[in-house]
């Protein structure tokens, strides 16, 4: 991928990071951290990995995308939006009484969605029996499921990942948010799920380990996924909550708190915005 191609798409995720957070500060409700920490691997796969069309969201050619960790939601709505599955304007009415775009995924109100997500530990699951029905039905899409790493404290994940082995869904790419911090603390003292990466080897997974912020290393490794046969793989992306912006970074206060005033000024600033 050249170099403009990488500036490209690490802008894109900048504007991704302001529109999360002028999002978050309207509704004064949702997930700072977990959304900003995400970001660039939701802007790698909609703006250069994954195959979709926004004026047609149930082409049957079309990748998949499961927000697994559904608390989220701001990264994928704003991706979205940014796409083109529904106007920007949208977007300031996150979490708000009859809107489509809900505290989580809901794939019956909002384009682009597949799945309704947010009990964690349960996306992995379907993710797989997507991919498995691809498979089935003969279709080339691939499935990308996006996780946190605190929720890998769930059971159903590594029976998940038992499953996805066993049937060697080579066509399904996980993908664990690992910013190492949850809404209690830090995952390493609330329930240690390391070593990730030697888990899933352990399950018989393709592991790649990433900086999650290094656009060109995100987009090489997903690439790298499409090509890995006979197995499902997992990228281990080590991010850093609440990234982008000082104030919210490695804090677990900020995991399920939207920014006030002064924090989204500070915010905007520091990724180089002046508010409207």
Known sequence: MDKDRIAFLEEKARDLRVSIVKTLHRSQSGHTGGSLSAIDMVTALYFQVMRHDPENPLWEERDRFVLSKGHAAPA??????????????????????????????????????????????????????????????????????????????????????????????????????????????????????????????????????????????IVAALESAGQTKGRPTVLVARTVKGKGVPRFEHKASYHGVAPNDDELNEALLCLGCIED
């Open 76 to 217: 994928q709505y704003v991706a979205l939006a940014e796409a083109g599955y529904f106007p920007k304007e949208d977007l300031m009415m996150l979490r708000r009484l009859g809107s489509h775009l809900q505290g989580h995924p809901d794939s019956k109100g909002t384009p682009g969605v597949e799945v309704c997500t947010g009990s964690l530990g349960q996306g992995l699951s379907m993710a797989n029996g997507m991919a498995l029905g691809l498979r089935l039905n003969g279709k080339p899409s691939r499935v990308y499921a996006l996780l946190g790493d605190g929720e890998l404290q769930e059971g159903q994940v590594w029976e998940a990942a038992m499953a996805a082995s066993h049937y060697r869904l080579d066509n399904l790419c996980a993908m664990v948010d690992a910013n190492a911090l949850q809404i209690d603390g830090e995952v390493e003292k609330v329930m240690n799920v390391g070593p990730i990466g030697e888990k899933f080897r352990a399950f018989g997974w393709n592991v790649l380990e990433i900086d999650g912020h290094d656009m060109e290393g």
